[in-house]
């Protein structure tokens, strides 16, 4: 089992900033594919971004392109998201997930995923 705990989340006015950080448990951590999705009130889970477990290589959703940068900290065992220029439709609740090493190194469908977070909420004021 992994276990996953978002923190960072917050209330923020457009075109402010936020820092979400994820830190996972386990001995592996460099192993794993670290996603982040969102999911607002009403709406479908939203992948966000995802990052190889070298961290050598990112994917980002259209939506949050050029704003986001997502980032992970293998000796700390933790992922991240630099959420810049931040917009009302990007209120949500944020979730990591881990998905463990099985050759699919970028994944972008919440299916592909093995392990998720809480969750952590995002409001940005309009």
């Known amino acids: 089992q992994v276990q996953l705990v978002e923190s960072g989340g917050g209330l923020v006015q457009t075109g402010g900033s936020l820092r979400l950080s994820c830190a996972a448990s386990?001995?592996?951590?460099?192993?794993?594919?670290m996603g982040w999705f969102r999911q607002a009130p009403g709406k479908e889970r939203e992948f966000v971004a995802v990052v190889d477990p070298s961290g050598g290589s990112t994917y980002y959703a259209n939506s949050v392109k050029g704003r986001f940068t997502i980032s992970r900290d293998n000796a700390k065992n933790t992922a991240s998201l630099q959420m810049d220029s931040l917009r009302p439709e990007d209120t949500a609740v944020y979730s990591c997930?881990?998905?463990?090493?099985?050759?699919?190194?970028?994944?972008?469908?919440?299916?592909?995923?093995?392990?998720w977070g809480q969750g952590t909420q995002v409001t940005v004021s309009s």
């Open positions: 386990g001995r592996t951590f460099s192993t794993y594919v």
């Open positions: 997930a881990a998905r463990l090493d099985r050759g699919l190194r970028i994944a972008i469908l919440p299916e592909e995923y093995d392990y």
